[in-house]
């Protein structure tokens, strides 16, 4: 088998980060949907937060070749498949028992719970916080009428995503236990830059 050049990996972990910020905004969208938002204005304002993210995760992870590093594959390939699995079996219940109210919080605890194997793999404890308050926010919309359940549950669990992404972006920028220039090489087979004013390890 061929081995995937080292383009095709940076590629791979930004297109992760920009899948990310793509389920923020539609648990965004949900949630200004049940407070009769218009699509409109809903577009706009996730439109205004997403895209200045989407930047910066492409510029770290193609442009710096600096992206946060998969450590235990195997252990991040069975919780992408489990999610995988159990929204497909979310969506099948909820639409049986033709609740489709309740699918959105059961995303968020399928994604949420999801966040944290990811996290360890990663070694990434944004993603470990990222994950609990997705979470607890989607487990405590659940004793509000409808449609406030929807919409903390949605607006809650988008902002968790989109406060997770800068914070990950901010470590990146000013990097205290990131990988060394070493190990992010021989993960993605690219030469990373060296940030300005800052000596190579």
Do not use: Q
Not at 44 to 57: E, N, T, V
Not at 104 to 128: F, T, W
């Amino acid at each position: 088998m061929t081995p995937a050049s080292p383009r095709k990996h940076l590629l791979r972990y930004a297109a992760t980060d920009l899948t990310g910020l793509a389920f923020a905004a539609i648990w965004a969208s949900r949630g200004l949907s049940a407070l009769s938002v218009s699509p409109s204005y809903s577009l706009a304002a996730i439109g205004i937060i997403s895209a200045p993210l989407a930047w910066g995760f492409l510029t770290r992870d193609l442009a710096l070749a600096r992206p946060e590093i998969v450590i235990d594959h195997a252990l991040a390939k069975r919780a992408r498949r489990a999610r995988t699995i159990l929204l497909f079996l979310a969506g099948t219940i909820t639409g049986m028992l033709h609740r489709p109210d309740l699918m959105i919080i059961a995303a968020g605890m399928i994604i949420g719970g999801s966040y944290l194997p990811l996290g360890r793999a990663m070694n990434e404890p944004v993603h470990l916080a990222t994950g609990m308050a997705i979470m607890i926010i989607t487990l405590g919309s659940l004793p509000l009428p409808p449609p406030y359940h929807l919409a903390v549950a949605g607006l809650g669990t988008a902002l968790s995503c989109w406060l997770g992404a800068v914070m990950r972006l901010l470590r990146s920028t000013y990097p205290t236990d990131l990988p060394d220039r070493t190990s992010l090489e021989e993960s993605t087979g690219v030469e990373t830059l060296t940030a300005p004013g800052r000596a190579a390890p």
